[in-house]
Nanobody, 118 residues
Framework: QLQLVESGGGLVQAGGSLRLSCAAS????????LGWFRQAPGKEREFVAE????????YYEDSVKGRFSISRDNAKNTVYLQMNSLKPEDTGVYYC???????????WGQGTQVIVSS
């Protein structure tokens, strides 16, 4: 079993910053990448960013490029999402997800709420 636990969400004013953390435990050797997704009220869950577990390659959704930065600490089995210049449209529940050797995001955390006030 692989467990993912997010933290770091909260309420912030537009233009502010937050750093989300996702700690993985259990079968971490099965991870090939860790990603962040978000779901705004009334909308579908969308991809935000991903980092490969070995090479550290990063991928971002267009609307967060230049504002968000994903990083990892393999020794701590933790991935971070640094979010700067936050906008109200960044509001949502942010989920951490692990891409496994199967190629799909098969393990998800419980989510952490981010609210950006205007």
């Amino acid at each position: 079993q692989l467990q993912l636990v997010e933290s770091g969400g909260g309420l912030v004013q537009a233009g502010g910053s937050l750093r989300l953390s996702c700690a993985a435990s259990g079968r971490t050797l099965s991870i090939t990448g860790l990603g962040w997704f978000r779901q705004a009220p009334g909308k579908e869950r969308e991809f935000v960013a991903e980092i490969s577990w070995s090479g550290g390659n990063t991928y971002y959704e267009d609307s967060v490029k230049g504002r968000f930065s994903i990083s990892r600490d393999n020794a701590k089995n933790t991935v971070y999402l640094q979010m700067n210049s936050l906008k109200p449209e960044d509001t949502g529940v942010y989920y951490c997800a692990a891409r496994l050797h199967s190629g799909v995001f098969a393990s998800w955390g419980q989510g952490t709420q981010v609210i950006v006030s205007s």
